[in-house]
């Protein structure tokens, strides 16, 4: 039978070409460093002093967990991080942090947010969603809306409310031969979920380009050498959070949930 060749030779020769064919950005070389805190002594008198309410789930805990992980290593930062659904009622300079809404429902953590905030909060605010809420079934244009809905609704009832937004988190790509087949027929869930989450994160920059964002997603892809963990989609890319920084291909560890903790400290000290 020649001039033909079989599924799974076809299968085989594929594979072999893997390697070269689909150039991702996405290597999984890891490496243990902990980046060093560079705050300095004027951003750490500026968070110090502020009123933050951050509205998260499990990704959340890891930030926060980071922020404990600094201020155990750097006397500087003192932070009055407190779990609370009534952030109006806690006094002075603080952190207020807690779950809000049920995961895989971005809806039900908007409304939350929103009952939360409106109860006469003064300062400011982070509604962060989880990596679960957008996948590759998600409508990004409608979850979208919804949010900016809800920024605007929170922003009419409580002018004493400042927004920072946060990009949606990653999750780990599928890099393997498996799943460089599942993507030739489109089922490779890990991509598809984070080209949604992609979107939705674009989305965010470009109608709030002008505002402070905590850019969650771009702390997990970028590496330690400064280049991202991605994978080609079509014409564009769609970023992945780098290997290095989770145990579990989703919530980060040590080193991921220290960065990202850096990060929202570097980004709350520019509020003006």
């Known amino acids: 039978m020649t001039g033909r060749l079989c599924v799974p030779a076809m299968c085989v020769a594929l594979l072999c070409?893997?390697?070269?064919?689909?150039?991702t950005g996405g290597g999984n070389t890891l490496h243990t460093t902990i980046a060093p805190n560079t705050l300095t002594d004027q951003q750490i008198r500026i968070v110090s002093n502020q009123r933050v309410f951050f509205g998260h789930q499990s990704?959340?805990?890891?930030i926060i967990q980071g922020i404990r992980d600094i201020s155990a290593s750097d006397p500087r930062l003192k932070l009055n991080i407190v779990e609370s659904r009534h952030p109006e009622t806690v006094s002075g300079p603080a952190f207020i942090e807690t779950h809000v809404g049920q995961n895989t429902d971005p809806q039900s953590k908007n409304a939350d947010f929103l009952a939360i905030v409106q109860q006469g909060f003064e300062g400011i605010a982070l509604l962060k969603y989880c990596y679960v809420d957008i996948s590759q079934d998600t409508d990004v244009a409608n979850v979208f809306h919804a949010y900016q809905a809800t920024v605007e609704r929170t922003r009419t009832n409580?002018?004493?409310?400042?927004?920072?937004?946060?990009?949606?988190?990653l999750t780990v790509a599928d890099f393997t031969a498996t799943g460089w087949l599942r993507s030739l027929l489109g089922r490779n869930s890990a991509q598809n979920d984070n080209i949604k989450r992609s979107q939705f994160n674009a989305l965010l920059r470009q109608n709030y380009r002008t505002e402070l964002l905590f850019d969650l997603a771009d702390v997990e892809s970028t590496r330690a050498?400064?280049?991202r963990s991605f994978f080609k989609n079509g014409s564009g890319i769609a970023y992945?959070?780098?290997p290095e920084y989770t145990t579990d291909g989703g919530h980060l560890n040590a080193e991921g949930r220290?960065?990202?903790a850096q990060k929202l400290l570097e980004v709350l000290a520019s509020v003006q």
């Open 158 to 169: 409580n002018p004493a409310v400042r927004i920072v937004h946060v990009t949606v988190p």
């Open 17 to 23: 070409l893997y390697p070269f064919i689909f150039s």
């Open 225 to 227: 050498d400064g280049t």
């Open 59 to 62: 990704v959340g805990d890891n």
């Open 240 to 242: 992945t959070l780098a």
């Open 258 to 260: 220290r960065l990202a």
